[in-house]
């Protein structure tokens, strides 16, 4: 059984600009000890879909409507704030991008870790501080029982990355979302922070959402994958399938666009033209239609549905022309599909 | 031939800190730039890679003259910098340009993209206010920005199109250097590669040499010929690129090219990485002997060099004809394969 489930997501912000719907109708699930991977842009939804489904978006000016949001079998979407504050940070939590901002100033990384404790579990000070020492031991901090007394400023921020961590699993919690958890980091401390987190999904069986503009991070953690543009699920597949023959335009202009260590450096980039559309403004037919090399007459004006393809394994994407791009795959890679 | 258009001799800058009150001493003063030389040839184009405070920006704001350099020699086209006067400066500033990591902070938001533009052509020539309007207008052009968006202000645009502006300034007195500090880092994957192909454009239409600042050695590999990677102030390695990617010499660049993340799942699943332990130390208490000691996954124990002890230069490669690398390790291979060719290795 899924251990989350989310169904028809939506979330609009009424702003003076007008309504901005940062996401629209996303549903997904994810079973335990999966990775899955949530990559778009700036302004494509994927951090929103993670706060809405801890109830976290400001409202007013935020408007959250779903279907249904079902937690280890309990749909959360309707609980009040107060019972959801028992789920969040215990049997759910979070790790946020910037450690820099998301940890008190004032207060001792001690403090921060055991209110965690007291307010799920209930127990002592003293007693949490054991518990607290060990989790920052279990993420790699050397001289634990030190680091207890140290205030967020004293420390680096990969150090203060992994007392995110610690906190965001302090709980053994069912589901962690990782909202861009190494973008504020250097990259041998991001390889450090991954590492971390690969194992102590291993150890736990931890479910772990993981949100990132980099495609890289996804290629090496995600089980499955699902690419947002401008508010909407617009390719949903298993990582390896995906990188190998995206059935997204999207998808495929960002997989080609990323300047790599191995293509020749030699030869333009290709890149997706134009600039990403204006969340309050959105093109009537399919949001990526301005910058769309495969796009016809009717992407103009009828929004393409999230539709699965036959013959692919339950991979989905949202393009009138996924036959199209599906069958071009199969022809280049030379495999015979079923279709 | 004639002397390069950037040389780069020992470059040192020091800040001080930790002190208590206007009129106390300071504790101690951090190396921010330690001994960094390098050139650059007109129209060619140098990449800084290195991870957060290893120096890299220090370094471009010295070259350009935003902050004094503690010692050290910075030559542009033949004109010593270091210690020049602002009267001295006035002439060079037009001929060397920047170009910022941020392109919501580095336009003014009260000023029109037409007034950005005009301003440098203001104070450094002695254009027309007619001309000066055609000028900017064609800059607009160059940069893949509408001209008729010459009344627009900064917040009307995404951060791509701010980033065109951005580039469009820099342009705008047709200068011979362009510092490019991070000037992709900010902006999305989709128009990364845009404003990469951009700036490729551009160095070859106008014939600019670029200094890049970057922490991305995959981003610094489409745009630089030569490439220096920085590691606490200092420069570990520096190589053409393709000998560089191919085969990197210090143990910091080949950790650094390992840990970046491939964007396929086959072989970065497959892939031995080098993960680093611990942090970069910190710059006002740097390790002593080689300053990536402590977290250098070659370093041997058995054999007897003096990591902890001796600071390495920058030295030549044996098989190389381009790199040089401050590596003990390095240095006694080649000097091993120089000396006495089949010793075991």
Redesign the interface.
């Known amino acids: 059984m899924a251990v989350l489930d989310v169904r028809h997501l939506n979330v609009r912000f009424e702003t003076h600009q007008g309504t901005v719907e940062a996401v629209r109708d996303v549903s997904f699930s994810i079973e335990e000890g999966e990775t899955l991977g949530i990559v778009g842009e700036s302004g494509s939804g994927k951090s929103v879909t993670s706060l809405a489904i801890m109830g976290l978006v400001p409202s007013p000016p935020g408007v959250v409507t779903a279907e249904s949001i079902h937690f280890e079998g309990e749909d959360i979407s309707k609980l009040s704030q107060k019972q959801l504050r028992r789920i969040r940070g215990g049997r759910m939590s979070m790790i946020f991008q910037d450690p820099m901002t998301s940890l008190n100033p004032l207060i001792t990384v001690e403090r921060q870790l055991s209110e965690v404790l007291e307010t799920h579990e209930g127990i002592t000070r003293r007693a949490a501080r054991t518990r607290c020492a060990k989790a920052l031991g279990d993420v790699g901090i050397p001289s634990p029982e030190e680091r207890l007394d140290a205030y967020p400023h004293e420390l680096s921020g990969g150090m203060r990355q992994r007392v995110m961590i610690a906190m965001g699993l302090l709980c053994n919690p069912k589901v962690l979302i990782a909202d861009e958890p190494t973008t504020a980091l250097d990259v041998t401390i991001q390889a450090q922070i991954l590492e971390l987190m690969q194992r102590l999904q291993k150890d736990h069986g931890t479910a772990i959402i993981l949100i990132t503009h980099d495609l890289g991070v996804v290629a090496g953690m995600s089980d499955k994958v699902q690419v947002m543009y401008a508010g909407r699920v617009v390719e949903r597949a298993a990582a390896l399938p995906l990188f190998q023959r995206p059935l997204h335009p999207y998808t495929e202009g960002l997989l080609t666009s990323i300047p790599t260590l191995t293509g020749d450096p030699n030869e333009r980039l290709s890149s997706i033209d134009g600039q990403p559309p204006d969340l309050a403004h959105l093109p009537p037919g399919c949001s990526f239609e301005p910058r769309c090399a495969w796009r016809v007459d009717r992407c103009t004006t009828e929004a393409p549905e999230l539709g699965e393809l036959d013959g692919f394994g339950g991979r989905a994407s949202a393009c009138h022309e996924r036959a199209r791009l599906a069958a071009r795959g199969t022809i280049a890679s030379g495999e015979e599909e079923t279709r | 031939m004639s002397e390069p258009l950037l040389v780069v001799r020992d470059l040192v800058k020091k800040f001080p800190y930790g002190s208590k009150g206007l009129f106390s001493k300071p504790e101690g003063h951090l190396h921010a730039v330690d001994g960094v030389s390098f050139e650059l040839e007109r129209g060619r184009s140098l990449g800084l890679v290195g ?2 405070g290893c120096g890299k920006s220090t370094t471009a704001r010295c070259v350009i003259g935003l902050q004094p350099a503690t010692s050290g020699s910075i030559r542009f086209d033949g004109v010593e910098l270091t210690g020049l006067r602002s009267e001295g400066w006035k002439p060079l500033r037009r001929r060397m340009q920047m170009i910022f990591q941020d392109p919501y902070a580095s336009l003014n938001p009260r000023m029109t993209v037409g007034s950005i533009l005009s301003e440098p052509l203001e104070l450094h020539t002695t254009k027309k206010p007619r001309d000066r309007r055609l000028k900017t207008l064609e800059l607009l052009d160059a940069v893949g920005l509408n001209p008729r968006h010459i009344n627009r202000y900064p917040h009307e645009f ?4 701010r980033q065109r502006v951005g580039i469009a300034r820099a342009l705008a007195l047709e200068p011979e250097l362009i510092i490019c500090d991070e000037p992709v880092s900010a902006l ?7 404003v ?2 951009l700036l ?1 454009d551009l160095q070859q239409r106008f014939d600019l040499a670029y200094l890049f600042i970057a ?5 610094v ?2 745009l630089c010929d030569r490439i220096a990677v920085m590691y606490l102030g200092r420069v570990a390695e520096i190589a053409d ?2 000998e560089l ?1 191919a085969r990197p010499q210090h143990p910091y660049t080949r ?12 072989l ?2 497959a892939r031995r ?1 080098i ?3 611990g ?2 130390p910190s710059p006002t208490h740097p390790p002593t002997g080689c300053t990536f000691h402590p977290r250098c996954q070659e370093m041997t124990k058995e054999v007897e060099l003096p990591c902890t002890t001796i600071v390495p230069h920058l030295e030549e490669v044996a098989d190389s004809t381009t790199c040089r690398t401050a590596c003990h390790l390095r240095a006694r291979e080649s000097a091993g394969t120089g000396a006495a060719a089949g010793t075991s290795r």
């Open positions: 991870e957060s995404s951060g791509g199109q999305d994957v989709s128009i990364q590669s845009q990469l192909n490729k922490h991305d050695l995959a981003v590999r489409h690129r393709d990617y950790a650094l090219l390992s840990a970046i993340p491939v964007p396929d799942p086959v970065e699943r990485r993960v680093l332990t942090d970069v």
